[in-house]
T-cell receptor, first 114, second 113 residues
Framework: GEKVEQHESTLSVREGDSAVINCTYT??????FPWYKQEAGKSLHFVID?????DRKQSQRLIVLLDKKAKRFSLHITATQPEDSAIYFC?????????????FGQGTSLSVVP | DMKVTQMPRYLIKRMGENVLLECGQD?????MYWYRQDPGLGLQLIYI???????SEGDIPKGYRVSRKKREHFSLILDSAKTNQTSVYFC????????????FGPGTRLLVL
């Protein structure tokens, strides 16, 4: 089955710099890649996603890139702010897995330091 | 305001006791999920429910069962809890049977002694 790996378990950046979190997946049939954010002691909430028919998507300070050949996708957070500090999870979903079944990466803990 | 609720938020049980975790959503979502979150492992899918009385095993169903008798309500049951089931459990829901955004509840922190 699908496996999703997050390369960075922790990441620390200075406020105002960019942060990049990288994920790889194994199933070439995967076509939907969402990102979720979990603030300390809280639940997960959706931040941005990308589908396999595009290779770039931006929502305000968040950019997602998808490289299907390398089976890699990444989340770029520009002009980071302290409130960006959280654990970020990438996930992948395949057409063969029915009904919105997502496989999650292990999470990357991002710290934005002033 | 779209919402997924979970009860209880914190629970301490002894090994061998039964555990009932409840999840509700007010969005009329068809699909609901139960996950557990352990440090370094991300989220692992326990069960999916596509609709009332239509449930499927996820990746780690052993030791768990589920019940969905109403669309807005999805329960996770641990019969005779084990210490390795100590974890944080999240319920989620999504609108339909596609690759839709999932909305997560606040989580239940379960400690099995």
């Amino acid at each position: 089955g699908e496996k999703v790996e997050q390369h960075e378990s922790t990441l620390s950046v200075r406020e105002g710099d960019s942060a990049v979190i990288n994920c790889t997946y194994t199933d070439t049939a995967s076509s939907y890649f969402p990102w979720y954010k979990q603030e300390a002691g809280k639940s997960l909430h959706f931040v941005i996603d990308i589908r396999s028919n595009v290779d770039r998507k931006q929502s305000q300070r968040l950019i997602v890139l998808l490289d299907k050949k390398a089976k890699r996708f990444s989340l770029h957070i520009t002009a980071t702010q302290p409130e960006d500090s959280a654990i970020y999870f990438c996930a992948a979903s395949t057409p063969s897995s029915s009904f919105s079944k997502l496989v999650f990466g292990q999470g990357t803990s991002l710290s934005v330091v002033p | 305001d779209m919402k997924v609720t979970q009860m209880p938020r914190y629970l301490i049980k002894r090994m061998g006791e039964n555990v009932l975790l409840e999840c509700g959503q007010d969005m009329s979502h068809e699909t609901m999920y139960w996950y557990r979150q352990d440090p370094g492992l991300g989220l692992q899918l326990i069960y999916i429910s596509y609709d009332v009385d239509s449930n499927s095993e996820g990746d780690i169903p052993k030791g768990y069962r589920v019940s969905r008798k109403k669309r807005e309500h999805f329960s996770l049951i641990l019969d005779s809890a084990k210490t390795n089931q100590t974890s944080v459990y999240f319920c989620a829901s999504s609108p339909g049977q596609k690759r839709d955004t999932q909305y997560f509840g606040p989580g239940t922190r379960l400690l099995v002694l």
